[in-house]
């Protein structure tokens, strides 16, 4: 690889000392390196602009801006190294004191790419005529979240798989993850770990005011639909839909979400060799096991 584009998060290396030494050390082996940044604020999100004959990204930031850069890149089909700026950072690949060494083996071609499967939503809303003035579609590399709104009651959802009823429950809301996801807000909800390479999607209810729902695994090529159904007989639904935590839409009553393995994937460069519940020990200080 002889071409990168460099994506900072501002608030993570204010004074771009870190990336100026990337950039400086990119330069000086002979390759190119081209700077974008990028703020971590939803209300101050720019697209990256992507020159042409980039090979690689370079991501300086926790899983947010991981997450953020792999929405932006999504049509380039660029890998992705991550340095991880952030507290956990299970998407970063490497910390900062170890880029020269990452940065070699790139060089060198030592390195694999790692596949990472994406997810998609679409809003059907039961109100036809907001489809005239409301984008309703996301994507995600984590999850797709259905939740309450703000302090609102609880929320009744019937979740179904190719047409076919899963269960009808009511409580806060429920997790649509992707292998990547498995590990953020899914496995705190009690969801399963699921391996990287899996082309499966994981179901979690959140808060099921029920003893009988539980995680569900499904294919990825499957397709998930939930309806957002009344709290009670006389009130109306309020809950919202999130796309990795950034881009949301309001739902209500009757309005229904599809969702489907996405046309694209995020490539990550992966240089350790370590599996994920080694990574998991690790980020997490897990010293009793999983």
Known sequence: MDRFLIITNVEKDEDLSLTNRIVSYINKAGKRAVLSKL???????????????????????????????????????????????????????????????????IFDNKYRLENRLMISGKVIYHNHHQLEIEENKGISLNDIVITRKGFSRIISLSIYVNDQLVDNFRGDGVIISTPTGSTAYNLSAGGPIVMPSASVMVITPICPHSLSPRSIVVSAEDT???????????????????????KEFELGTDDILLIKKADYDTKLIKLNHDGIFQVLQSKLGNNGGL
């Open 39 to 105: 703020s971590s604020l939803p209300e101050d999100i720019r697209p990256i602009i992507v020159s042409e004959g980039i090979e690689c990204a370079i991501v300086l930031g926790g899983d947010g801006t991981i997450i953020q850069a792999a929405t932006n890149l999504i049509s380039y089909d660029i890998p992705i190294l991550g340095v991880n700026l952030g507290t956990v950072g299970f998407l970063a690949e490497i910390e900062e004191h170890h880029f020269k060494e990452a940065l070699d083996s």
């Open 224 to 246: 998930i639909k939930v309806i957002i159904g009344k709290s009670k007989k006389t009130q109306e639904a309020e809950a919202f839909v999130s796309f990795d935590g950034n």
